[in-house]
């Protein structure tokens, strides 16, 4: 009964002896918590904060723009309406040395450039601001959200976030002040040199191919030289007209133009090192037009010969009438032909390589001109179309607008 007793109480003394390390294990880690979290918020007040200093414009875009555009109705009433475009769609440059942002292609004539939202990014969280258009010490907090005014340049501050330093950006955005596609003739008193260059190149070899006893010179392509002999062969030379051979064709002779022959090359496009030449003459008072392709890549074993165009019957209300003193030009992957037809100067525009044509109100003749007397035409390097009226002496210079923005 002795020892039973000595048992129990030893057992009572040993179980309260633990809950006691119990209890004070349990506020050895609290503190050591505590003791954690007070020094980690120590820490984090003795810390430095890291500001950038950075000021640059990192990108620049516009978003939803209006365009207004005019018509004319079929009563000839003017009216305007307007059409959005996507002001993403044009890059802009951004120029870090000069701290210039602008749009190297141009908006269309019409866009709305007064009320634009744009969206324009900072590295390392620079502050952008920009300045007013009447007091360049006026400065707007830029939001993403505000409809700024780019008609005139702007300004643009950007501070850094360390707030030690800020740059001054200037936007342009571009705008085109004229129609793409309107185009005007300008009366000239002389020819650019350029046009001189492309008169030059259209009669190259002429004085070879009638020193070789050819009729008529009708005209090039990269690699060939083309002639009509004197019993209106169709002739060829590969050799800058040193000599000269008859030319292959796919149909008779007598289907050969005879009188007013031009011709027209230009690259072909479905195929590099290759020619179109389109060669449009009259016979007995009706119009006759023939093709070839002409392939030159090195090493080639091609034979080419010229196609005689035929008329089909759904062709015959759009073929090129019977002109005097036809002259052809490439020109906006269209061929023009200018010349004399029922006797006054007109114009006809194909978009097919010759198989269809229709008269041109684009490239219509200037009024001033003398509509009884031939012309000759050309293109120069500056995609500007040139005529010379020999019986007049008029020159003549038009150019469509977009050809001429760079």
């Not at 890291?50 to 000839?76: C, E, P, R, V």
């Not at 440059?93 to 190297?104: A, E, G, H, L």
């Not at 601001?129 to 950007?158: G, M, N, Q």
């Not at 060829?236 to 009188?259: H, I, K, N, Q």
């Amino acid at each position: 009964m002795a020892i039973c007793g000595i048992v129990r109480k030893f057992a009572s003394k040993f179980q309260e002896k633990r809950q006691l390390m119990k209890r004070l294990y349990i506020l050895s880690f609290v503190a050591f918590c505590v003791l954690a979290l007070c020094t980690s918020c120590l820490k984090g007040n003795d810390a430095e904060v890291g500001y950038y200093n950075d000021t640059a414009i990192s990108s620049f875009t516009l978003g939803t723009l209006n365009q207004y555009k005019h018509t004319t109705s079929s009563t000839g009433e003017d009216s305007v309406y307007k059409v959005t475009l996507t002001g993403s769609a044009y890059h802009f440059c951004i120029d870090q040395m000069q701290r210039r942002i602008y749009n190297p292609d141009s908006l269309p004539v019409g866009t709305d450039i007064a009320h634009v939202i744009c969206t324009l990014n900072t590295y390392n969280n620079g502050v952008p601001f920009y300045e007013s258009l009447t007091y360049a010490d006026s400065l707007t907090y830029y939001a993403s959200s505000d409809s700024i005014d780019f008609s005139k340049p702007r300004k643009v501050r950007v501070y850094a976030y360390s707030a030690d330093a800020y740059s001054t950006y200037t936007i342009t955005v571009n705008v085109h002040q004229q129609q793409a596609d309107d185009f005007e003739w300008v009366s000239m008193t002389t020819l650019s040199g350029n046009a001189q260059q492309a008169f030059a190149d259209k009669n190259k070899g002429k004085e070879e191919a009638l020193a070789a006893g050819m009729k008529l010179l009708i005209g090039h392509s990269t690699t060939e030289l083309y002639a009509l002999s004197t019993d209106n062969l169709l002739m060829v030379s590969a050799d800058e007209g040193r000599t000269w051979t008859a030319d292959r064709l796919d149909d008779a002779p007598s289907l050969l133009p005879t009188d007013d022959i031009a011709c027209v090359s230009y690259p072909y496009s479905n195929s590099a090192y290759t020619d179109y030449v389109l060669m449009i003459g009259n016979r007995n008072g009706e119009s006759r037009m023939w093709h070839k392709i002409v392939d030159y890549a090195p090493a080639t074993l091609a034979v080419n010969q010229w196609a005689f165009m035929e008329e089909v019957d759904n062709n015959l209300t759009r073929r090129l009438p019977s002109m005097t003193g036809l002259s052809l030009v490439r020109y906006d992957s269209k061929v023009l032909a200018f010349g004399l037809s029922d006797q006054r100067l007109k114009v006809y525009e194909s978009k097919d390589s010759g198989l269809t044509w229709m008269e041109s109100t684009t490239y219509a003749l200037p009024g001033e001109l003398n509509s009884y007397a031939p012309i000759d035409v050309v293109v120069d390097t500056d995609n500007c179309l040139w005529i010379v009226q020999e019986a007049t002496g008029q020159i003549w210079r038009g150019r469509l607008n977009r050809l001429g923005w760079k």
